[in-house]
């Protein structure tokens, strides 16, 4: 009756054999890195027996028991814990890349002790997980409240973390300007220090962490059902929203449990369950076990190499966070290249609602954003506090003042265009209204090439500093044009190469600021976007270049409107789709580029001006883009004259301000989507 | 035959948009139906309504004689199946897995599977004939072979009604025949009480016993097949002059003029 196929496999598929080899293989390599500098001075034996005694007339046997024997057992122990807690994560969200980090949880998890540090240490001292749990909660909630009306498909939920991961950052930052003195050591906490001085923190987690595997494994059966799709499991009975919930509500307790100790340890949850899924994990059960081995072994592994690093160093304290980082990138570039469709994640609802405010005429919207950006010029000119109080000044003045506030109001303002329309560009492009430069990774690596520069030591001068971060910004894009020339520039595997930038880039910064000094603050001051370092020349310069690549948008405005109704109809219409992308993603990162290094490469201007044009109506690419330019234009005007003003006489970074700013307004935003 | 659903003053809108008007219907057990409509016509959202996907924005329904609201979730899924219109991709699932799933309902989180769930899962993919593909990835299947996983695993579930939102569409002829003719059979066999939506209006007049036809948001015919396939009502269900000859007892052929 059936049509008959010619081979069959006749018995269930079993665990191919590279998945517990590469986990031996992990595991071994591991504990020999990590014991091979003590096995000069202990015997195996009693190196192994330093795990529950230690003999009080060697040194090197004390040492041992209480510095290498708990790092190693709580290494382990919280890879575990953070693997099987990523391997959950991605089952209830059907989402490859999904894991506490890319959540934002454990960002959340450390703006939670943030604040705690700051208002209430009495928190802290009575339980430190309780802040975590909150923060860790609260970029939760923020994640789903922004992707609730989206549908949660995979790519929306990543960004949707990264924001919050950005924003709660940016809000971290923000603390640490205005009240330095207090958070310094948090810093080098925060980056996830694994260093031990006895078993009391290891103690004390362990049942913490085998409690909350337990109560995992309880939820195995019904996460089972969410691979069905949200109709599928709920038509066989499972209560989907609550699955969820609960499940969400462990991995939170899990991950902030963890940060609140030892800090952030980003990737591990990300990087066990891509791997054990690489290597042919298929059953949730096997996902769950091995990602939970896999966890153990990449941390003791980042871990080693984390106490290598520190040894053979100058001395200064590398964070393990930093090393798990460096894993973390590489894993996402293969996950990218396996996962290829992504289009078809399991649990995946079809349609996203879209969203279509009512148009209205760009003729009156252009007016009024030109107008209040001319009125934020003219307020930005002449009105200021000073010595005496706040006062105007005169216009005839304005010649010596240009010269102080002059540059950086136009610098900023570009700065804005050009996010503006690069933000328009990647999110038409992507067809997905959380593409964003900032996204793409494109600032990201020009903040890397800075990065690179401080930590070797270098001193060099502020156009060198331009051209090279020019020059980082042009190899990620290099480098993404590379990993997307196999997806013919699609968008969504563009944003998550982004992501693994983004990693890298977090990595460096990590080591900078736990290595502290000078090079940290001046580092800081340009990642957030400090408008003050600009001179006349060039904002002059910048503003040139603006108006070049301005023009060459011209051509791209219909490709643009064709590429979103996908390749095949494009192709069909006669758009040779290729080359259209590789178009538009070189001006993309252009305008990028000349924004990031006047601003930093986390304001979220590129992301909410193009958003805020389609609020207002303007739904054509043509009138988004002018909206939008102007639109970015003014916030970063606003950004930098508050940046001014707020603490007078000391100042703000502007774009630290656009981002706090940005962030709430796309918060509110996007949760209001398609009510 | 006793009513195994009954929708009374049924109203369904989204927002602005009204997409079922006072639907008043009875299901009765041991019946195979089909819902027939132009696109838009709310059928499938009548078969969200029934599976409990969608709730009515007023009006009842009520199943087996107590009203919907107040049955739990796995005990609804005990008695109600239903196959969603694009089965979402299963992730390396194997088909027999994907069977399993079908006892949870029964099962719980925690419950263990016994000798009974095996022999009814076995059960359920020989009557669909996939033995030969049990180890199979659901994901490797063809068209017709994946909507026969999906439908063993609402066998395994042993609820005593599927309601399948589509379950041709995607096929070739001979499969849509196929899978048609399974379903007949299956509800035969174990009794069940099937509502599906159809397009083909030939095929449910060839394998239902029922067919019933919404026109925006309205109920406008409902009867045996040998009442429903006559050229006025089809005409006026479709909005499109049709003829139909009666091939043989059982067997007609609609064509539009």
Redesign the interface.
């Given at each position: 009756?059936?049509?008959?196929?010619a081979s069959?496999?006749?018995?269930?598929?079993a665990i191919p054999a590279k998945l517990p080899v590469a986990a031996i293989v992990l595991w071994f390599g591991a504990l020999i890195a990590s014991s091979a500098p003590w096995l000069g001075e202990l015997d195996a034996g009693a190196l192994v027996s330093a795990f529950w005694t230690f003999d009080p007339e060697n040194y090197s046997s004390v040492l041992a028991h209480y510095s290498w024997a708990p790092r190693v057992s709580i290494a382990i122990l919280i890879g575990c814990g953070l693997g099987l807690a990523g391997a959950v994560t991605q089952q209830i969200l059907?989402n490859p890349l999904a894991s506490p980090t890319t959540l934002g949880v454990e960002a959340g998890g450390q703006f939670g002790i943030t604040v705690a540090t700051l208002f209430a240490p009495g928190l802290l001292a009575f339980s430190p997980d309780l802040a975590a749990i909150g923060g860790g909660l609260l970029a939760i909630g923020m994640v789903i409240a922004l992707t609730w009306r989206l549908g949660f498909s995979p790519v929306t939920v990543i960004l949707a973390g990264l924001v919050i991961t950005f924003f709660l950052g940016a809000m971290n930052m923000a603390f640490l300007l205005l009240k330095g003195e207090w958070l310094g050591n948090l810093f080098i906490w925060g980056a996830g220090s694994l260093v031990q001085n006895n078993w009391e923190p290891f103690m004390e987690l362990w049942p913490r962490v085998l409690v909350l595997a337990l109560l995992m494994l309880?939820?195995?059966?019904?996460l089972?059902?969410l691979?069905?799709?949200q109709?599928?499991a709920?038509?066989?009975?499972?209560?989907v929203g609550l699955i969820r919930a609960l499940a969400l509500l462990l991995v939170v307790l899990m991950t902030a449990t963890v940060v609140s100790r030892v800090g952030v340890v980003a990737f591990v949850g990300l990087a066990a369950p891509v791997l054990a899924k690489l290597l042919g994990a298929?059953?949730l059960g096997n996902k769950l076990l091995w990602s939970t081995l896999m966890g153990g072994g990449l941390l003791l592994l980042a871990d080693t190499l984390a106490h290598w690093a520190s040894t053979w160093g100058d001395g200064s304290l590398v964070p393990t966070g930093t090393t798990t980082a460096l894993i973390g990138g590489p894993v996402i570039l293969l996950a990218l290249q396996s996962f290829r469709n992504t289009h078809?994640?399991?649990?995946?609802e079809?349609s996203p609602a879209g969203f279509l405010p009512k148009r209205r005429s760009p003729v009156l919207i252009t007016g009024v954003i030109s107008a209040l950006l001319l009125i934020t010029v003219i307020v930005s000119m002449g009105w200021a506090p000073g010595l005496e109080g706040w006062n105007w000044m005169a216009i005839t003045q304005w010649d010596d003042a240009w010269a102080w506030r002059g540059p950086r109001l136009l610098a900023a303002m570009l700065a804005g265009v050009a996010l503006g329309l690069a933000g328009t560009l990647i999110q038409r492009m992507t067809g997905n209204p959380m593409g964003s430069p900032e996204m793409l990774g494109i600032s990201g690596g020009a903040a890397l090439v800075m990065v690179l520069i401080v930590l070797s030591g270098a001193e060099i001068s502020r156009i060198g500093q331009l051209g090279a971060a020019t020059l980082g910004a042009a190899g990620a894009l290099g480098l993404l044009i590379l990993l997307a020339r196999k997806h013919r520039f699609a968008g969504n595997q563009l944003l998550l190469g982004g992501l693994a930038l983004y990693v890298f880039m977090d990595a460096g910064l990590r080591l900078v600021m736990a290595s502290g000094g000078t090079v940290a603050s001046q580092l800081l001051n340009w990642m957030y976007g400090s408008t003050w370092l600009i001179s006349e020349s060039e904002a002059f310069g910048l503003l040139g270049f603006i108006v070049l690549i301005s023009s060459l948008l011209l051509l791209i405005v219909r490709p643009l409107t064709i590429l979103p109704l996908g390749d095949t109809a494009a192709a069909s219409l006669g758009l040779s789709v290729s080359r259209a992308r590789l178009l538009l993603l070189f001006l993309a990162a252009v305008l990028t580029a000349s924004a990031t290094v006047v601003i930093g490469p986390l304001s979220f201007v590129g992301l909410i001006a193009p958003h805020l044009a389609r609020v207002l109506g303007q739904q054509t690419v043509g009138r988004q883009m002018i909206v939008a330019a102007l639109a970015g234009g003014l916030l970063l005007a606003v950004a930098d004259y508050l940046s001014r003003i707020v603490v007078f006489p000391n100042q703000l970074p502007a774009g630290l301000l656009a981002a706090l700013v940005g962030g709430v307004y796309f918060l509110w935003g996007l949760s209001r989507h398609g009510r | 035959m006793s009513a195994f659903f009954e929708v009374s003053s049924l109203d369904v809108s989204i927002g602005e948009a009204s997409i079922l008007r006072k639907i008043n219907l009875e299901f009765r057990e041991g019946e195979v139906t089909a819902l027939l409509g132009h696109n838009g016509s709310g059928k499938s959202t009548l078969l969200k309504v029934l599976?409990?996907?969608m709730s009515p924005s007023s009006g009842d329904v009520s199943l087996l004689g107590s009203s919907f609201r107040t049955t739990?979730?796995?005990?609804?899924?005990?008695t109600?199946?239903?196959?969603?219109q694009?089965?979402?991709?299963?992730?390396?699932?194997?088909v027999?897995?994907?069977v399993a799933?079908?006892r949870?309902?029964w099962?719980?989180?925690?419950g263990r599977y016994n000798d009974e769930d095996h022999r009814l899962i076995d059960q359920a993919i020989a009557d669909t004939?996939l033995d030969?593909?049990q180890?199979?990835?659901v994901d490797t299947l063809?068209g017709g072979?994946r909507q026969r996983a999906?439908i063993a695993m609402l066998l395994a579930?042993q609820t005593r009604c599927l309601l399948l939102d589509e379950p041709i569409s995607a096929l070739d002829v001979k499969h849509q025949v196929?899978t048609l003719r399974l379903v007949h059979r299956l509800a035969e066999e174990r009794e069940l009480t099937v509502i599906v939506v159809l397009h083909d209006v030939d095929l449910a007049a060839r394998f239902c016993d029922r067919l019933v036809a919404l026109k925006t948001g309205q109920l406008i015919a409902d009867g045996s097949p040998r009442e429903i396939m006559d050229s006025g009502i089809l005409e006026t269900i479709y909005g499109v002059p049709m003829g139909v000859m009666e091939r043989a007892p059982g067997q007609w052929v609609s064509y539009v003029h």
């Open positions: 009756m059936y049509a008959e196929s069959l496999p006749a018995a269930r598929p059907g309880l939820l195995m059966r019904p089972q059902l691979q069905l799709g109709t599928s709920s038509a066989l009975g499972a209560r298929r059953t078809h994640m399991p649990g995946q079809s | 599976a409990r996907q739990g979730a796995r005990e609804f899924a005990r109600v199946g239903y196959l969603p694009h089965p979402p991709g299963t992730d390396g699932l194997t027999r897995e994907l799933l079908g949870y309902p099962r719980g989180p925690l004939g030969h593909f180890h199979r990835s063809s072979e999906w579930q196929e």
